[in-house]
């Protein structure tokens, strides 16, 4: 998810992260439900699941997967329901100022 500030990080963090262990603990999968409280913290959530923070820090994220050797990644961009206007603007801003440094 592409933000343009680090206000807007934060609101998106908090929701893909807390949609993230709504979801899996609902599902009853395994390895989320094992989560001790200091993996469930939002932020630690958010560094280890998920793409997330303005165009340079994505760019970062994704590299470091590239780095370990993980050659394709699933953008699910509408994950945990965010509103359709936010997921049109990360999609722009996905496609307009991420994917150009991958070209």
């Known amino acids: 998810h592409v ?3 680090r206000a807007e990080r934060e609101q998106a963090a908090a929701r893909f992260a807390r949609g993230f262990l709504s979801f899996y603990d609902r599902w009853g999968h395994a390895d989320v439900l094992r989560l001790g409280s200091e ?3 939002l932020s630690e959530t958010v560094r280890q699941h998920f793409v997330l923070g303005e165009a ?3 760019i970062e994220q994704i590299h ?3 780095e370990m050797g993980i050659g394709h990644l699933a953008c699910l961009m ?3 329901n965010p509103p359709v206007d936010l997921v049109e603007k990360s999609l722009e801003r996905f496609g307009e100022r991420v994917l150009p440094a991958f070209a």
Request: proline share 0%; charged share 25%; aromatic share 14%.
């Open 39 to 41: 993996e469930r913290v």
């Open 64 to 66: 470091a997967y590239r």
């Open 3 to 5: 933000v343009a500030s």
């Open 56 to 58: 340079s820090e994505c």
């Open 78 to 80: 509408s994950f945990a």
